[in-house]
Nanobody, 125 residues
Framework: QLQLVESGGGLVQPGGSLRLSCAGSGYTLASYAIGWFRQAPGKEREGVSC????????NYVDSVKGRFTISRDNAKTTVYLQMDSLKPEDTAVYYC??????????????????WGQGTQVTVSS
């Protein structure tokens, strides 16, 4: 099965930036729509952003619009989430997920088939 690995998490100050990466193991990500989700302690999993296989369809949750940017490289081997102007409320474990439907781009967690292990993002002074 497809395996996903997130990286790039860490501790940053409010207003700082961080770039998360999502890479596939065993299979290329080119044929999958990719979503980023996050889960803070005691809260439900929240859809943050997603990108279609073709790279021309993207969606963002309102709370990150203008601050986060999702993209994928030209070879579609890696999907990125550039996070700028980070706020303490962005603190969470961030997961990437893959949807086998390349045309899809949804912020619903139940639309995705494969999940990574997560990477911790902590925004604190």
């Amino acid at each position: 099965q497809l395996q996903l690995v997130e990286s790039g998490g860490g501790l940053v100050q409010p207003g700082g930036s961080l770039r998360l990466s999502c890479a596939g193991s065993g299979y290329t990500l080119a044929s999958y729509a990719i979503g980023w989700f996050r889960q803070a302690p005691g809260k439900e999993r929240e859809g943050v952003s997603c990108i279609g296989s073709f790279g021309d369809i993207t969606n963002y949750v309102d709370s990150v619009k203008g601050r986060f940017t999702i993209s994928r490289d030209n070879a579609k081997t890696t999907v990125y989430l550039q996070m700028d102007s980070l706020k303490p409320e962005d603190t969470a474990v961030y997961y990437c997920a893959a949807d086998w439907r390349p045309y899809s781009c949804a912020l619903r967690w139940d639309a995705y088939n494969f999940w990574g292990q997560g990477t911790q993002v902590t925004v604190s002074s």
